[in-house]
């Protein structure tokens, strides 16, 4: 029998803040949503199509997505689609697709504390321009 494959790549930015919540049995999931941006030329013209995806990350992964991630922030995700139904409070039968997230990356900067931490470590400007002594290459080493 032949195997299956359901594998899903996204890049996109969040359209909202993460929701974090507990199962009962104390799983933690965060819910959010991506939009990806493609664009394409139509008749001489320069357009762009907007699609949203609904996104589930469980465990450690939805918590660390949870605590560094806000609105409007860029996200690498990998995953696999799942298909879920499920009854309304009115009765309904409602169906959604969403991307289980098995893996991310972060492509936009950390948010901004708003704690102040001048007192604690240097800025990046204030600090020496001594070589890493932890990196044994150069710019040389680099074959291209």
Do not use: H
């Not at 009962?24 to 320069?46: D, H, L, M, P, W």
Request: glycine share 6%; with cysteine; charged share 25%.
């Amino acid at each position: 029998m032949a195997s299956d494959l359901n594998k899903s790549m996204l890049i996109g930015r969040l359209t909202r803040d993460p929701e974090l919540r507990y199962t009962q049995s104390g799983t933690s999931v965060c819910s959010f949503s991506i939009a990806n941006n493609r664009t394409y030329v139509s008749g001489g013209e320069k357009k762009e199509q907007v699609s949203y995806f609904n996104c589930v990350a469980w465990g450690k992964t939805g918590e660390v997505i949870a605590e560094y991630c806000k609105k409007g922030q860029r996200i690498g995700i990998e995953g696999r689609l799942q298909q879920r139904s499920w009854n309304d409070q009115d009765g309904n039968r409602r169906n959604t697709v969403e991307v289980v997230v098995d893996n991310f990356q972060f492509l936009s900067a950390p948010r901004e504390s708003t704690v102040d931490t001048s007192s604690e470590a240097p800025s990046p400007s204030s600090t020496d321009s001594s070589p890493n002594v932890d990196n044994p290459f150069s710019d040389e080493d680099i074959p291209f």
